[in-house]
Structure formats: structure tokens, C-alpha cells
């Protein structure tokens, strides 16, 4: 499994705590940057990479933190074919996976510590995708990439 990870200056940190967790489980995490914690840098740049990434297939899973995670999480959406989720905890991980599916996990270094987000991160990962009610759902997000998100009737 390749999992994409990106983050801007406000989440470097983080990114190489999950980078360490990821390849502790034998998991080939690819790191898209950013590369310090000083320089500032634009958050959309990093999710909007993590998500192509995914998309692209050329990584199976992305992973995408910020400061709060809203922001990365706002610009992954943008590309279709991603269905980024921001996780709080090890419930809203495990949900985002089963539930809606999410392709890409957004963390928020400022209002996660390490073990938490570690522990979502796990919990996502393990985590299998939904069958049943959720697979309309799930098709349904797919038809809005498809016809844009004014379709009504979705």
C-alpha cells in the first residue's frame, strides 16, 4: 500500500510523526512536502497534492494535515474523485472510512496531539469501507463529480 502524506508548515511536524507510523506498519508513506516547519507555505498547495495523488491512483490513500485540517481538507474536495474527511478522533476516522468511504484523512496538528492522531490514523487505516445503505450514498458523491456539485436530483 502507498499512502500520500502533505501537510503545510503548521502540520510538518505531525506529517512526520504519521510518516513514522505509517512505515512502522510496513506502509510505503510518500511525502509530499512540505519539507520544514518555518517556511510558510500554503495549505491548499498540500492538500490539493495529496488528493491528485490519490486520485491519479498513484498512491492508494492520502493523508492531509494543516493547523485545524479544514483547510486541507476544503482544497482535497475540490478535486473530483476525492472524498477527504476530517478526523478528530478515533471515531470520526473509523466513520469517515466506513461510512463515507474517504480516500484521504485530514488531521489538525493544532488541535490533535500525536497519540490521538496516531490512533485515528490506525483506526481509518484499519478500518474496511461500508457495504449496504452506504454504497448509495457513496454513489451518489461519485454522480456529483460526475455532473458537478449545482446538479440537483443527485
Not at 27 to 45: E, F, K, M, Q
Not at 53 to 72: E, K, Q
Not at 107 to 136: I, S
Request: some cysteine.
Amino acid at each position: 500500500m502507498r499512502v500520500a502524506v502533505g501537510a503545510d508548515h503548521a502540520g510538518f511536524d505531525l506529517k512526520t510523526v504519521v510518516i513514522g507510523a505509517l512505515r512502522e506498519r510496513g506502509i510505503d508513506a510518500v511525502d509530499l512536502g512540505t519539507h520544514d516547519a518555518t517556511t510558510s507555505v500554503d495549505y491548499p498547495d498540500f492538500g490539493a497534492a495529496v488528493a491528485r495523488a490519490v486520485v491519479s491512483g498513484d498512491c492508494d490513500l492520502g493523508v492531509a494535515i494543516c493547523g485545524t485540517g479544514i483547510g486541507v481538507c476544503i482544497a482535497a474536495n475540490k478535486v473530483p474523485g476525492c472524498r477527504a474527511a476530517l478526523a478528530h478522533d478515533v471515531t470520526s476516522a473509523r466513520l469517515a472510512r466506513q461510512h463515507n468511504h474517504a480516500n484521504v484523512l485530514c488531521l489538525g496538528a493544532r488541535l490533535l496531539g500525536p497519540v490521538v492522531a496516531v490512533d485515528a490514523l490506525h483506526a481509518w487505516l484499519d478500518e474496511p469501507v461500508g457495504n449496504g445503505r452506504h454504497l448509495t450514498r457513496i454513489d451518489k458523491l461519485r454522480r456529483l463529480d460526475d455532473m458537478g456539485a449545482s446538479s440537483e436530483g443527485v
